[in-house]
């Protein structure tokens, strides 16, 4: 059971990065609330590195959903621990961009704890 609802919650973290990658494309405005001040989503320049990040999104979610929909429990936990690392290094980024802490720990810093939780359930069920 415990497994299950881990994995169901991986799925929808795999979904909801995608989601997010995609808005870098139809909404980039919003998707550059990524917690960096000043974001200029005018420039063409700013709009290409933004593409860059929808689909590392993109791909990171795929990522995801195919170990969710073709992997083991302890692959998905693996593989959800890993990727952990990328809203941690987001965290770090929007800090040293002295962009709002609130974004920092409040977006990036809980979805990297949620994550870890998920991969430890994963892991040890």
């Known amino acids: 059971m415990l497994a299950t609802i881990a994995t169901v919650l991986a799925g929808l973290i795999g979904a909801g990065v995608i989601l997010m990658g995609t808005g870098s494309f139809w909404a980039p405005q919003g998707a550059a609330g990524f917690g960096i001040p000043d974001s200029p989503t005018e420039d063409p320049a700013f709009r290409s590195w933004l593409a860059v990040k929808g689909m590392r999104d993109i791909g990171a979610g795929l990522l995801i959903l195919v170990v969710v929909f073709g992997g083991s429990t302890t692959l998905l936990g693996w ?47």
């Open 79 to 125: 593989t959800l621990l890993a990727a952990t690392a990328i809203p941690v290094g987001d965290a770090v980024i929007v800090l040293r961009a002295k962009g709002p802490k609130s974004a920092a720990y409040g977006v990036h810093g809980a979805t990297a704890l949620v994550m870890l939780v998920i991969s430890v359930l994963l892991l040890i069920a």
